[in-house]
T-cell receptor
Framework: EADIYQTPRYLVIGTGKKITLECSQTMGHDKMYWYQQDPGMELHLIHYSYGVNSTEKGDLSSESTVSRIRTEHFPLTLESARPSHTSQYLC??????????FGPGTRLTVL | GENVEQHPSTLSVQEGDSAVIKCTYSDSASNYFPWYKQELGKRPQLIIDIRSNVGEKKDQRIAVTLNKTAKHFSLHITETQPEDSAVYFCAALYNQGGKLIFGQGTELSVKP
């Protein structure tokens, strides 16, 4: 079944650690996105990609980086986690028509 | 610049009543307007969308209207049920960048 997968679903980590949040999609979509969202609050776009080797920064300033080496894979890396990074991270993808679908999210807690 | 304003931020209705959420957008070139429902602890789910070549679209109890001249669109939920309680987000496709610009969200509470 076509879907968007994120791992891990929950992560508790100490300050200063490097972490990578994984996102894969079997939707056949070219465009992928990363959002940061506190529970029930606004969706903040932090990175997006329109295809392989294409990445752009979003509206929210973030100390994170992304890569897009394969169409279906769009990992997000935090080089040095801080308590202010505690949040939910949502991956999404969209097709040519603009319809965007979200993954289940990763809940990150930085102690 | 690209911007979507959503109102109200919270909405409380009695079961069976109607609920209306409104959004305005700034980019006159936007041509795609989806609505998402996010239940507590879940991912946002696309519930209905509309493109700029139509003024209204309906799917059972939910409908969306679009006024391109005024640059606003609205979500209408009729005969609300407790399971409609969630946070709803509107969005507009920003044509230049091909990315969705989201509204701030509306927390809908349907009281039995």
């Amino acid at each position: 079944e076509a879907d968007i997968y994120q791992t891990p679903r929950y992560l508790v980590i100490g300050t200063g650690k490097k972490i990578t949040l994984e996102c894969s999609q079997t939707m056949g979509h070219d465009k992928m996105y990363w959002y940061q969202q506190d529970p029930g609050m606004e969706l903040h776009l932090i990175h997006y990609s329109y295809g392989v080797n294409s990445t752009e920064k979003g509206d929210l300033s973030s100390e994170s980086t992304v890569s897009r080496i394969r169409t279906e894979h769009f990992p997000l890396t935090l080089e040095s986690a801080r308590p202010s990074h505690t949040s939910q991270y949502l991956c999404a993808s969209s097709g040519q028509g603009g319809e965007q679908f979200f993954g289940p999210g990763t809940r990150l807690t930085v102690l | 610049g690209e911007n979507v304003e959503q109102h109200p931020s919270t909405l409380s209705v009695q079961e069976g009543d109607s609920a209306v959420i409104k959004c305005t957008y700034s980019d006159s070139a936007s041509n795609y307007f989806p609505w998402y429902k996010q239940e507590l602890g879940k991912r946002p789910q696309l519930i209905i969308d509309i493109r700029s070549n139509v003024g209204e679209k309906k799917d059972q109890r939910i409908a969306v209207t679009l006024n391109k001249t005024a640059k606003h669109f609205s979500l209408h939920i009729t005969e609300t049920q407790p399971e409609d309680s969630a946070v709803y987000f509107c969005a507009a496709l920003y044509n230049q960048g091909g990315k969705l610009i989201f509204g701030q969200g509306t927390e809908l509470s349907v009281k039995p």
